[in-house]
């Protein structure tokens, strides 16, 4: 089935089997892999991406499910060359080690301090318990999510 | 695939640098295996054994055959060359003709135009199958009246170590018995990889894996390939912690793209993905620690059984590693340590962090808190009196030869500040109690425990290997200054390879822009990514290239005559005795490159008698755990980690943390909540919503204590530190619950029902009969069975 979402702003269009993931579709069809395939059942939250302007796991929302809708992907969070906040915290933090889970993360990120600018330890804790990382022990993603909430507090007086 | 990593700065060996893979990664446009496309891409899919043992009577393809947009079901018949690969014997089919040895062993594969269309295709292959017996316990496996697996029947290896006097008496002796659980990598990216058919016959293959030439010796051959003719490429390794050490899809996608001649990528999904790698050893430990009144060791005895499954992997280095550790970080001057791998038709265990200390940890730690118990020590003053040192004998018969600041690894550790004391139930956040919001208590039953562990393990290959890495660089002129280009097929999974050979060409070269080549087979090798041996492995190869650019750089400088004195590199510059003669880049009109391989000391195998100099130098680390049970509900919650890390000399601080935090999950995740549940040899919960990993709820904070001794004789004194913070944290982890509850938990993980009574500790068996062999060597090396790797060739 011909399947149009808009991606990132832009309108696509793709051929997809009925019983195509959103994220697959975002992967295979249109060539979009920053949404990561890490469980393939809403456990990781590697899939991460906004349908709109509500975060879901791309691997439970059907392709067909985001006809005529709008989808924001972890593709759409920089402004060219410049790093959005959280991206940037990220890289200055040493949150990222292997990285798989890092798309994911990141959308998760932006969109809790998007809600809540200035979020506590247990508020950060709890609303990143669904995004599974391996390599970091989690540590520095806190210290990431510290820093941009910071850095973007500075940017909004 | 990612084209290089650039990066200006101006940091080098000793700082915090930002990963240079950081900014792709962030961004979502960094390339792992299951990212690649190509096109006219197939997809390929396998088509695994249902059954843990069984004959294969008939395999009928054509219905799969038939299949829309199928173009190829291959199997053992479509192998061209050798039947058999295997990380160190090479005991594993491609795919099997004969029988299969365990559940999810791949039986067939298909190629067709979409995922879905290989998943179906490969769900049309009939096979009829002859269920045999399988052997599913480890000591059963030892039984003379068990199915044999292998024509050298099912021991894969057994080896002692007799130090001292094995029969030594002692006044006090405790004695435990001990289980650790099968542990999953659980790495996020999945095994993914796409072989591309080349013009000249052979093929191009880029794929998430951990050491491109070992992948390459064991794939040529099974194409009937000279080596060349097949060029691995890395693909962004999303994870592996030792699972990506043994092949996945390499030779299958291989298979597949010659036959059709057509690109074809394969990407495992999560289950599948718990079918297709190796896993940690389950063990069973019987340790008997003996000492003086005053706590100094005296003897130990121990014998720990490890299941390897179906296939070798590296099982053979794993036990060698698990028996040597046995004793635990401390000076014990007489030692009878026994380990035995055995042959199952469990799924194939392998590398996992640690490669066998961990299981050995948790095995003397808890003998030393008992110990502690019967002579109303102190845990951590009893460790302080028995520690290693520099030139400790090693049970092995060997003196430690460099940095073993153990004590020191001990005291930082215990000097951490202890976590604030809990606040009162009524006033805590519920988010707070073990089991978090969701459960059903108030804080009634808390109870609070302290844990401490010590370990160590070996840094690179041991008994014999020479592991070594190449690492070219090119010095050249750039349009805006000089450029250093690094070559290395060192593999970058995560843990920060990448940023280290940067840091090494930054410092030695005294030049700020770094390219690092995507690792290939354009090089040699570089050794696996394991061990922990890439910083000190990787780092020594990029420093002696360096080194020899330099030599030429300066060669060019005394060409030009009129400079005297000793020469240096510095902000690309040329010094001599400190003051700058030359700009770097005035001296490239033509590059300038070089090619160096980076061999450790060598070592040697086990001899008779279990002794011998058979591991390069070791690193040590130390954890204390403070946890919170509730011991009405069995729930655990890990309040805080402090973990000491032994690193030689850290090249980049941020990124030993990071190892330390990251290991102390999955050491904690072995303590608390990981295991491979296995039903009559098939995988029970192959799934993130059944084998739990630890998440942000459930970790700690982990406050990382950083030892610098630095090694000698190696780059800039740095060891590894990859696998140290895993191999205590389990122990350290159960230890504090043990502390908490007063049970005696003698198996990882501790289950709730191990908390509240409803579970007993494991009845401690007799010790398993001793296996007869020829010798410590592994087993399948007596019988002549092929080695899978030529790298492994031992060179004594």
């Known amino acids: 089935m011909l399947i149009r979402v808009r991606v990132n702003g832009e309108w696509r269009e793709a051929d997809a089997w009925e019983g195509s993931s959103l994220l697959s579709f975002l992967r295979d069809e249109l060539q979009l892999p920053g949404s990561k395939n890490a469980c393939e059942q809403g456990e990781c939250g590697s899939c991460s991406v906004w349908l709109e302007g509500e975060l879901v796991c791309s691997c439970l929302v059907l392709a067909a499910q985001a006809h005529g809708r709008d989808v924001r992907t972890v593709e759409g969070l920089a402004d060219g060359d410049r790093l959005h906040p959280v991206q940037q915290a990220f890289v200055d933090t040493g949150a990222v080690q292997c990285g798989f889970c890092t798309p994911g993360l990141v959308v998760a990120v932006a969109d809790l301090l998007s809600r809540d600018p200035a979020p506590d330890e247990l508020t950060v804790r709890e609303a990143l318990a669904g995004n599974l990382c391996r390599c970091t022990g989690y540590q520095k993603i806190l210290d990431a999510v510290r820093l941009a909430s910071d850095r973007l507090g500075e940017a909004t007086p | 695939m990612s084209a290089g990593l650039r990066e200006r700065t101006r940091r080098g060996v000793g700082e915090n640098v930002r990963r240079v893979d950081g900014v792709p990664k962030v961004k979502g446009s960094f390339a792992y295996g299951s990212d690649l496309w190509h096109e006219h891409l197939l997809w390929g899919a396998t088509l695994r054994s249902p059954h843990p043992h069984a004959r294969i009577v008939r395999i009928d393809l054509a219905e799969a055959v038939a299949a829309p947009g199928v173009h ?27 029988r299969v040895l365990y559940t999810g062993q791949p039986v067939a594969i298909v190629a067709a135009e979409t995922p879905e269309l290989a998943r179906r295709a490969a769900s049309r292959i009939h096979v009829e199958y002859e269920v045999l017996e399988p052997v599913l316990d480890m000591v059963r496996a030892l039984d003379a009246d068990a199915p044999r697996l292998h024509e050298w029947g099912n021991v894969l290896r057994h080896l002692h170590v007799e130090h001292g006097d094995p029969d030594a008496e002692a006044e006090v ?20 990889g796409m072989a591309i058919p080349a013009e000249d016959g052979g093929v191009d293959l880029i794929v998430s894996t951990q050491w491109l030439h070992v992948d390459r010796q064991q794939i040529a051959p099974v194409l009937n390939l000279p080596e060349d003719r097949v060029r691995i490429t890395l693909a962004g390794v999303g994870g592996a912690f030792g699972s990506r050490e043994d092949l996945h899809m390499q030779i299958h996608a291989c298979l597949l793209a010659r036959y059709t001649g057509r690109p074809v990528k394969m990407s495992y999904g999560r289950e599948e993905s718990f079918l297709a790698h190796v896993h940690r050893h389950p063990s069973r430990i019987w340790l008997r620690t003996g000492a003086a009144r005053d706590g100094t060791l005296v003897a130990v005895r121990g014998r720990i059984v490890i299941d390897g499954g179906a296939f070798a992997s590296s099982t053979p280095a794993v036990i060698g590693n698990a028996t040597t550790f046995l004793a635990g970080p ?49 845990p951590v003053e009893l460790r302080l009196r028995n520690v290693l040192g520099p030139g400790s004998v090693l049970p092995t018969g060997v003196p430690i030869r460099g940095s073993a600041p153990v004590r020191e690894v001990v005291e930082r550790c215990r000097d951490v500040p202890m976590p604030p004391e809990p606040e009162a139930s009524r006033l805590r956040d519920p988010m707070t109690f073990p089991g978090g919001a969701g459960n059903v208590g108030h804080g009634e039953g808390l109870r609070r425990g302290v844990g401490f562990a010590v370990g160590y393990k070996n840094v690179a290959y041991s008994e014999g290997f020479d592991d070594f890495h190449q690492a070219r660089v090119t010095l050249s002129a750039g349009p805006s200054g000089p450029v250093v280009e690094v070559h290395s097929a060192g593999v970058e999974c995560g843990q920060g390879l990448s940023t280290i050979l940067t840091q090494v060409a930054r410092e030695e070269l005294g030049v700020d822009d770094v390219i690092l080549h995507v690792a290939d087979t354009g090089v040699d090798s570089a050794g696996s990514t394991s061990a922990s041996r890439q910083t000190f492995m990787g780092g020594g190869a990029v420093q002696l290239a360096c080194r020899a650019v330099a030599e ?25 005795d400190g003051v700058p003669v030359a700009d770097l880049v005035d001296l490239l009109g033509e590059p300038v490159s070089a090619t160096r391989s980076f061999h450790h000391r060598p070592t040697t195998g086990l001899d008779e008698r279990g002794q011998g100099d058979v591991h390069v130098m070791f690193a040590f680390g130390a954890q204390r755990a403070v946890v919170e049970v509730d011991t009405d509900l069995g729930l655990v919650r890990v309040v805080h980690l402090a973990t000491t ?51 942000f709820l459930d970790m700690p904070p982990v406050a990382t204590e950083i030892v610098e001794d630095p090694e000698p004789g190696v780059p800039y004194g740095a060891k590894g530190v990859g696998e140290i913070a895993t191999i205590v944290s389990t122990a350290a982890v159960v230890a504090a619950i043990r502390d908490a509850t007063g049970r005696p938990l003698t198996r990882a993980p501790v289950q709730p029902d191990d908390l509240v009574g409803l579970r007993e500790p494991p009845p401690a068996p007799p010790w398993p009969p001793v296996p007869h062999v020829p010798g410590n060597r592994p087993v399948p090396e007596y019988h002549g069975v092929d080695l899978g790797q030529s790298d492994l060739k031992p060179t004594s």
């Not at chain 2, 330390?660 to 919960?685: C, D, F």
């Open chain 2, 330 to 378: 401390y000076e014990v001057p007489n030692a009878y340590l026994e380990g035995t791998a055995v042959y199952t038709n469990n799924p194939p265990c392998g590398a996992m962090r640690g490669f066998g200390a961990p299981q050995a940890c948790f095995a003397h730690e808890a003998n030393m808190d008992r110990l502690a118990a019967e002579l109303g020590l102190d």
């Open chain 2, 72 to 98: 190829a079901v291959l199997t053992h018949e479509d192998v061209p060359g050798k039947k058999t690969y295997g990380l160190e014997f090479s005991d594993q089919p491609v795919l099997p003709w004969d």
């Open chain 2, 173 to 192: 002796w405790v004695e435990g018995y001990y289980e650790t659980g099968m542990q999953d990598q659980a790495a996020l990216g999945p095994e993914a």
């Open chain 2, 552 to 576: 030429e750089v300066f060669a060019r400088v005394l060409a030009r005559g009129g400079t005297a004195g000793e020469l240096g590199l510095a902000d690309e510059r040329v010094l001599a």
């Open chain 2, 645 to 695: 890390i032994d690193a030689g000399r850290a090249i980049n601080p941020q990124g030993v943390e990071g190892q330390s935090e990251g290991g102390s999950a999955q050491g904690l995740g072995l303590a608390v909540m990981e295991e491979i549940q296995l039903r009559e040899g098939h995988i029970a919960n192959a799934s993130f919503t059944d084998y739990l990993i630890p998440t």
